[in-house]
């Protein structure tokens, strides 16, 4: 029996153990976004620290700072550096993970409490964190404990780097990683996160792409106070009928954005691509299922992936100033902001799609003739991440899931953004791989989060087989 094969059977054998460790940390609620829980991320912080302390890792730890929360000032979490093995014949994998989670209420709808990891018949370990990000996070630990149990080496040197504030927009994270960039994180080949999802339920997938994100706020500001509509309605420029008007005129309700120039600058679709679509596990069916109605645009499934993957879209999210309780109020608002993103694709350049955002809507608001005045002001803009998914460590990736899975994983992009995967790209030169461990519908951010306790099982066993693959893979061959 193999290192690999032997590693697989302890797994098997410590199931029930490792759902336990689950239920443990699961149990400590920390929720990076809630003041009065600032104590238990920082205890969380400490449980992994302690534990690989205990292993014989080595640990850095990090203060990245302050932050002003609710008014209240208070320290960002830790961020745990770490190494396991510093053997200069082995290669160096890196892999991040974050160990804050979502708020989460019983009153929310939760079945059960949120912090007490259950075991569903069905096989659902239910609980907040046990997918996004805590079941991953213990994935890397549990495969090293469990290699050591075995008194087997590791195959490369694993470093690692956890925070608890990816959930709040990972404060402080990006300095850390630049700073660490030539000190903690020198010699590192690859990089590997667990921190997405499969395509679908039962097939797992690598995921090789994501998109950027452009946040902004669109802003008409007119009268210098609220006004009464039976005194002032039809005798004023309303800044909501500004508003409306304008944001009607980004995108039309097929989803196509109306902003000339945008799709120039985004990259043409190539046969090789056109072939990654065959075979996805994906559905209208189940997609609409999971929506709870069919109002899917696109006919073609392909065609629903690529404009949830490799197209820009523009979504409007709501609008501050106007009224918005129950009942009845005739207020003319004299300051409106209403705000939308622009998910960005390659080969897009942010500072050219602020210019024709701006430029757009300053043109559409000129043809309004109003007395109100309109700012465009961008309150963010994230990067979109591509990798070739024929890179050598998407290779190692693909050959550790068919080993575990019995099937070639799904090659896949997704629409979301997760910006430390090119802040670590850019700042150490090496290639991230994102290699998920949950399914499409675990629920993450939701109620009544779940990870399938097969997806757990499985997905320890995929990381470590993950680490043996890399460890034989020629990483130049790029």
């Not at 696109?298 to 106007?322: C, M, N, Q, Y």
């Not at 629920?443 to 990381?463: C, P, T, V, Y």
Request: aromatic share 8%; charged share 25%; proline share 5%.
């Amino acid at each position: 029996m193999d290192n690999v094969e032997k590693y697989f059977e302890l797994v098997d054998q410590s199931q029930q153990q490792f759902i336990e460790t689950l239920r443990e940390i699961v149990s400590i609620p920390s929720v990076s976004s809630d003041v009065s829980k600032r104590d238990e991320v920082v205890r969380m912080g400490n449980w992994l620290q302690a534990r690989w302390e205990a292993l014989g890792a080595v640990c850095k730890r990090v203060e990245p700072g302050k932050q002003n929360l609710d008014g209240t000032e208070l320290d960002l979490p830790p961020i745990i550096l770490g190494q396991y093995g510093n053997d200069p014949a082995k290669k160096t994998v890196l892999v991040y993970g974050h160990y804050d989670v979502q708020p989460a209420l019983l009153s929310d709808g939760w079945e059960t409490d949120p912090f007490t990891l259950v075991e569903k018949p069905d096989g659902r370990l239910v609980g907040r964190g046990s997918t996004d990000d805590k079941g991953p996070v213990l994935g890397w630990l549990l495969c090293a404990e469990t290699h050591k149990q075995a008194g087997l080496e590791l195959p490369v040197n694993l470093k690692f780097c956890f925070e608890g504030m990816e959930e709040s927009g990972s404060e402080g994270l990006d300095s850390v990683i630049l700073d660490e960039a030539d000190k903690w994180f020198r010699g590192t080949d690859v990089v590997c996160i667990s921190d997405n999802y499969w395509l679908g339920t039962n097939k797992p997938c690598l995921t090789h792409g994501l998109r950027g994100v452009s946040y902004f706020h669109l802003q008409v500001e007119g009268p210098g106070a609220d006004l009464h509509s039976g005194v002032f309605g039809g005798t004023v420029h309303e800044p909501m009928v500004d508003l409306v008007h304008l944001l009607a005129k980004l995108v039309d309700n097929k989803g196509r954005i109306q902003i000339p120039g945008i799709y120039e600058q985004v990259m043409p679709v190539t046969e090789e691509e056109e072939k990654t679509y065959e075979g996805l596990e994906f559905s209208h069916k189940a997609l609409a299922k999971d929506l709870k109605n069919d109002v899917i645009i696109h006919k073609e499934e392909r065609d629903t992936l690529k404009h949830r993957w490799r197209f820009p879209t523009l979504s409007i999210h709501g609008v501050e100033g106007a009224f918005h309780s129950s009942g009845d109020k005739t207020v003319i608002p004299a300051k409106v902001r209403g705000k939308f993103s622009l998910r960005t694709v390659p080969n897009m350049e942010l500072a050219k799609v602020s210019e024709l955002v701006t430029k757009y809507l300053n043109d559409e608001f000129a043809k309004l003739d109003s007395k109100n005045t309109m700012r465009v002001i961008e309150s963010h803009g994230g990067r979109w991440w591509y990798s070739s998914p024929n890179h050598p460590n998407f290779v190692a990736g693909a050959a550790a899931t068919e080993k575990v899975y019995g099937v070639k994983p799904d090659l896949t992009r997704e629409g979301g953004s997760i910006p430390v995967t090119l802040t670590f790209e850019e700042a150490l030169g090496v290639n991230v791989l994102l290699l998920p461990m949950g399914a499409a519908d675990d629920g993450a951010h939701s109620i009544n989060e779940k990870l399938d306790k097969r997806n757990f099982i499985q997905g320890i066993k995929l990381l470590g087989c993950y680490l043996y693959e890399v460890a034989q893979t020629d990483l130049t061959a790029a």
